[in-house]
């Protein structure tokens, strides 16, 4: 009882702080300054005719940086702690019945197609909506359909760990060289900028989200294959 009550007095708190906030809220009628800056420059400096990628993988550069080392960090957690689950697998899982018909025709036609669909997203992420977190999700949603499709699918997980570190190092690696010959890191003006608008422009820029793309689908697989092999209890 005395709990209930907390939970709404918490809750009617939160309820009060949004509509105060709620309230006080107007609308910005106009960009500030460094939206404006963004706006204007994005596109003639980077030759990126998606600005929001721009953004996230030139201006805010460190900040990618940030979200792939979190990423990176929460996959080797998950991979620490169901290792030793997946070594005490028992052959219960053997009893799993097997996939229908539907399931595993449609795997077969579908599974090709996630993985180019997600190359597709994050190679063209500079000039359409996309990029490389976006891609990297959608190409590990192929292991997945594989890991429903049939249980007992096992990958490298040394291939896994190869695509992961080889791109992790390559982005580090774009990032530094930006430093060296351009304005900072992750600065995509280490390679020509290129006809805008064109597949092959906007710099680094489309080597870079290829990078993370694969980076990030392998980060996201390898945590779907070790929950996958872990026992279930």
Known sequence: ???????????????GIFLHLLQGYAPATE?????????EH??????????????????????????????????????????????????????LP???????TGSRLLVPLILLFGAYVFVNGHLTPGGGFQGGAILAS????????????????KLIAVVESVSGLVFIGVGIMGLLLAGGFLDNRILPIGEF??????????????????????????????LAETEKS
Not at 6 to 15: K, N, P, R, S
Not at 70 to 82: E, N, P, R
Not at 144 to 155: A, E
């Open 1 to 15: 009882m005395i709990r209930n009550f907390a939970v709404f007095l918490l809750l009617l708190g939160l309820g």
């Open 31 to 39: 960009l500030n300054q460094t939206a404006r800056y963004y706006a």
């Open 42 to 95: 994005a596109a003639p400096d980077l030759g990126a005719a998606n600005i929001v990628t721009a953004i996230i993988v030139t201006y805010r550069g460190l900040d990618t940086l940030g979200e792939v080392t979190v990423l990176f960090l929460a996959s080797t957690i998950i991979g620490m702690v169901l290792a030793q689950g997946g070594k005490r697998q028992r052959a219960l899982q053997r009893k």
């Open 98 to 104: 097997p996939a229908g018909e539907l399931l595993t």
């Open 142 to 157: 192929a292991a997945l359909l594989l890991l429903l499709t049939n249980p007992l699918q096992r990958f490298s997980h």
């Open 197 to 226: 608008g064109a597949l092959f422009s906007a710099g680094a820029i489309p080597l870079i989200y290829s990078f993370v793309g694969l980076k990030v689908g392998a980060e996201f697989t390898s945590m779907l294959t070790h």
